[in-house]
């Protein structure tokens, strides 16, 4: 493919970063090393992009009137936030997005974990959930989209903006992405109109506030496939954030997660010498039979004792994994 640019400069998909930071006085980008996530300034060969991705973000807000807008720049999708300074000044926090969505063929999970995810019965609502960058969505999406492939049928996604470019045909199924805005009812308006639309599953980009939680714990009581991520440092916070979140909309929320809740997946991002990041995984399954103790402790709301059936879980994956070699 090729790039057009203005005056042959440098090309900002020629730059290996993962979020950029532009705005007045503000030229940054994050990179990954294998000491981890580190900030620098631009480079100046490519400053005259990141000026020109500055100017175009500036008429993207406006033309959107939202501070949180998807912008395609230099052959690169960016889901990108606004935020003002305390002088001020506008600046904007721009997160680089693939180009190519990953399969599980892409991604190194557990076997065990991937034949869960590709239950033909699976319903319930599934959360991803880690720190920023640690590849949440990169799982989710992966997971919509091999179960589209292999299985069939629709996937709605619900995302303010959507990050990665999933809209089409994906094997047997098809994938429509609904960006979400204020405009077209917010996440209220969409979460209705997709549960009613028969779509096998429904993505939500990140469950963040209220509304949000609530809906995606309804829509999984009602028998759909409900896929999304939130930011938590294990599994326990994760459950205990979905709950503070949903708990002013509906008093028993214990209850409902304890009957709605199907998986939590906790992801990490473990970085080998050559920069490249493999996915370390927990996970909390209620799955079929497993987890009729950790919806017990979720009906009483002892989100502490799901420790130990984490814990034991995993003692029994491996006991598996080990007597299937033998």
Known sequence: MIIETTENRACLADLEFI?????????????????????QN????FLPAAHELLERCLERLAQMNTPDFAIQFDGVMFRSSQMTDTFGERFFVLRRMPK??????????????????????LRGLVVVAGEMGTGKTTTAAATVLTRLRDLGGVALTLEDPPELNMHGIHGKGRCIQVAVTAENGGYRQQMVRAMRSAADIIMIGEIREEEVAFQAIQASLNGHL?????????IRQAIERLATFARP???????????????????????????SAIPKVSVLSMFGNEGQSARSSLRQ???DQLIHEIEMQARRRVAGSLAATH
């Not at 399969?103 to 019965?121: M, V």
């Not at 214990?254 to 992801?267: D, N």
């Open 100 to 121: 190519i969505v990953k399969t599980f063929d892409d991604i190194a999970l557990p076997p065990w974990l991937t034949r869960i995810l590709l239950e033909p019965d």
């Open 226 to 234: 409900v896929i999304s991520t939130t930011h938590a440092g294990d």
């Open 19 to 39: 979020d950029i930071y532009v705005g007045a006085g503000i030229f940054d980008v994050k990179i990954p090393t294998p000491q981890g996530i580190v900030r």
């Open 301 to 303: 709301g002892r989100t």
């Open 42 to 45: 631009v480079p100046e060969r």
């Open 249 to 275: 909309r509906v008093e028993n929320v214990s209850e409902l997660l304890s009957y709605g809740l199907t998986a939590v997946i906790h992801q990490e991002l473990h970085r080998r010498p050559d920069g």
